[in-house]
């Protein structure tokens, strides 16, 4: 069988590892697509280089043109600039809005028939961009956060509680920031609801610190963000798509009525395979949780509002 064609746009820390996490699985030819000149045709190289060893035949490319991504099946877009010092919240989006748009118009041009991973931030934001821009039909754009969100909030309860992180479950929902919007009510450890485990206090720092996490790595590392964790996270996400695996994740898309929001763009729980988003799991959610979710959708708005207002 064909390996299947996966471009990643941005060299960077996220797009370099989640190109190596993809090449080294082996079931996916990788280009790696950046516009500075040689470096993602040395990082590629190195990646490629690895191969004999890891037992990955995959082919991993580096590339400045965008020709070389044409007809691709999927396609992860994490070029944009981090926030620096004395940078506003604004000033990010609005630069990252221009990155991710012509990304977006360079990608539909050569791969008319891809699926379209976000993982740029402010994300929901630029997941809502790209998807206007694209044209697609919206199962075909989806964004990463929930997955990294979740996958933190897993790994703080697995310490709390000294057991595997394979035996908790969880699921947060909402934008990807401080309004995220963690299910305690559906976390679970090897079965046993939370909330038999632990107090509602140690809850309620174990969700803060998540809300948080991000952050917190940016504090420790002085100058960068988090990486390892997010490209993980797209590369498990890659894998459902690719390998048709139908994984139900948290992942970020454009609602047109579910969980009672109209056009705009969220983490929920989707099904995700060949298709793309091939079903939005519609949830009940509590008076507590749709009010998080309300604050969550709010925020997204803000930003939105902010990034067509001064375009």
Do not use: W
Not at 71 to 99: E, F, H, Q, W, Y
Not at 129 to 134: A, E, L, Q, V
């Amino acid at each position: 069988m064909a390996r299947k064609k996966v471009t990643v746009v941005g060299a960077g820390n996220v797009g370099a590892t989640t190109a190596q996490r993809i090449h080294e699985c082996s079931y996916a030819d990788v280009v790696l697509l950046d516009i500075v000149e040689d470096m993602p045709q040395g990082k590629a190289l190195d990646i490629l280089e690895s191969g004999p060893i890891l037992g990955s035949d995959a082919l991993i490319t580096g590339s400045n043109d965008y020709q070389d991504s044409q007809d691709s099946d999927l396609v992860i877009i994490t070029a944009g600039i981090a926030r620096k010092p004395g940078m506003s919240r604004d000033d990010l989006l609005l630069t990252n809005k221009d990155i991710v748009g012509s990304v977006t118009k360079e990608i539909v041009k050569f791969s008319p028939n891809c699926l379209l991973m976000v993982v740029s931030n402010p994300l929901d934001a630029m997941l809502h961009h790209s998807y206007k821009i694209s044209g697609f039909p919206r199962h075909r754009v989806f964004g990463m956060a929930g997955v990294l969100d979740t996958a933190r909030f897993r790994t703080f309860i697995a310490l709390e509680l000294n057991v595997s992180v394979d035996d908790v479950q969880a699921y947060v929902l909402g934008g990807h920031g401080d309004d995220m919007v963690p299910l305690v009510r559906y976390t679970t450890v090897g079965g046993i609801p939370i909330s038999e485990l632990l107090s509602s206090e140690r809850i309620d720092a174990i969700v803060q610190r998540t809300r948080q996490g991000g952050g917190e790595i940016v504090g420790l590392l002085k100058s960068g963000s988090a990486y390892y964790a997010p490209s993980a996270a797209v590369a498990q996400m890659a894998e459902s798509v690719l390998l048709d695996k139908k994984r139900i994740f948290p992942a970020c898309v454009y609602l047109e009525g579910e969980f009672g929001v109209h056009g705009l763009s969220l983490g929920v729980p989707v099904k995700l395979g060949a298709n793309g988003v091939e079903q939005i799991m519609d949830i009940e959610l509590t008076k507590d949780e749709r009010s998080m979710l309300k604050r969550s959708v709010e925020s997204v708005e803000e930003l939105v509002a902010v990034m067509y207002k001064k375009s």
